[in-house]
């Protein structure tokens, strides 16, 4: 009965590390020294972090935050990122000044 006990605690236990991980973990998106990650409209992989970024700005009318990065093999080097209302576009721009 003693082994049964200390198992399901240790069972208990790791369960219970495992699912608060993430929350102690887990970063705003801001803090992230990555911008882009995936492919572009062509198929080809992209990756923009934060040190190939010389530019970025809001354009309150469209609910964007343009990015203008470094990129030799590209005319247009941009990345924009669109959001649903003027609000969460403003929460976006306080937390990537402040955390940038």
Request: glycine residues 6%; positive net charge.
């Amino acid at each position: 009965m003693k082994l049964k006990n200390k198992q399901l605690v240790m069972l208990l236990l790791v369960f219970a590390t495992g699912a608060f991980m993430g929350s102690f973990l887990e970063k705003p998106e801001t803090k992230l020294n990555v911008i882009m990650a995936g492919v572009d409209e062509k198929g080809n992989a992209v990756c923009v972090n934060k040190g190939q970024v010389f530019l970025f700005k809001k354009l309150n009318g469209e609910n964007k935050i343009i990015f203008h990065y470094h990129d030799a093999l590209s005319k247009e080097a941009i990345v924009s990122k669109s959001f649903p209302d003027s609000e969460t576009l403003e929460t976006y721009w306080d937390q990537l000044i402040r955390n940038w």
